[in-house]
């Protein structure tokens, strides 16, 4: 019978589970109209903080896989056999080969014919360059087979390769882990250009349920991102500025939704409005949605 160690998927369920049970029992995060962009304030500031809140209790780290867990220790490491066609990237010992390889081959083809001249030399060095991509094929090939032959006669071996490919799978999730941790902060946002700025809201406004445009770098009439949800349109500016966003920004966007017949809009920026733009933007359908904002969204939807 088969040992559950050979399944390391099986492993990491296991481990998400133990997670789950020990994490703090919540609600479930708000999602889409639980959470409107475009409530007053004070109230739209108060349901962010619930559902960061929420958020921060459900997230948890991923766990690394351990040789214990498929029942290997560090001596075991010592005693496997070491494979010769590497999976990893090409070293010298890939290099070395290819060159020799590559040598015997154009010999062989031309064994005859050939002598020193601009032409041979031009040609054996065409010849190596088409040669690189069949040989890095047969090298990937031939480390599956070798890999598949270790596994199949040796069973530690086999086990240690379950627990690479666990290992690789807890990377992946480790950098995603990062990669939202990394956008839960506001040093992230930033460090961002005003272009990488756009393409991050569009891509949180995405999580958030709503079908994202992107509008012309150039010429966009004062219009960023285009946010289409439940039959609604909302025009979005997007501003990392570190500085308050001036009353012609605000004015501009208000003729925008005139334009592109938006029903709402939104200045996301980092320190919010003038006070002139507040002023103005109170009698419009416009929300300031400033960096706080954009922090405590992310935590909750990313």
């Not at 075991?76 to 010298?92: A, E, H, Q, V, Y």
């Amino acid at each position: 019978m088969a040992s559950r160690k050979n399944f390391p998927g099986r492993l990491e369920e296991r481990r998400l589970r133990a997670a789950q049970r020990n994490a703090p029992q919540s609600q479930p995060v708000p999602q889409n109209d639980d959470l409107p962009l475009l409530a007053g304030s004070e109230q739209r500031r108060a349901r962010v903080d619930q559902s960061v809140s929420i958020a921060k209790t459900i997230e948890t780290s991923p766990i690394p896989p351990t040789l214990k867990e498929f029942g290997l220790s560090e001596n075991d490491l010592n005693r496997l056999p070491k494979p010769w066609f590497r999976n990893s990237i090409p070293g010298s010992r890939e290099v070395y080969t290819f060159i020799v390889l590559d040598i015997l081959v154009f010999l062989l083809l031309l064994h005859r014919g050939i002598h020193l001249s601009f032409g041979y030399i031009v040609g054996f060095f065409g010849f190596s360059f088409i040669s690189v991509i069949p040989f890095m094929i047969l090298w990937v090939m031939m480390g599956f087979f070798e890999r598949q032959l270790y596994s199949a006669l040796n069973d530690q071996f086999a086990r240690y390769s379950n627990y690479q490919k666990a290992f690789a799978a807890f990377g992946r999730r480790k950098q995603e882990y990062d990669t939202r941790v990394a956008k839960q902060r506001a040093e992230y946002w930033r460090s961002l250009s005003g272009v990488a700025f756009e393409r991050e809201l569009g891509k949180l406004f995405s999580l958030m349920g709503y079908a994202v445009t992107y509008t012309p770098s150039t010429a966009d009439w004062g219009v960023d991102l285009c946010l289409r949800k439940d039959g609604k349109l909302t025009v979005v500016q997007c501003k990392a500025h570190t500085r308050r966003i001036p009353f012609d920004v605000a004015q501009r966007l208000s003729a925008s939704m005139v334009d592109f017949q938006a029903d709402n809009g939104i200045i996301a920026c980092f320190e919010g409005v003038t006070t002139p733009a507040a002023d103005y933007i109170k009698s419009k359908r416009i929300t300031v949605m400033t960096l706080r904002e954009i922090v405590a969204h992310q935590t909750a939807y990313g």
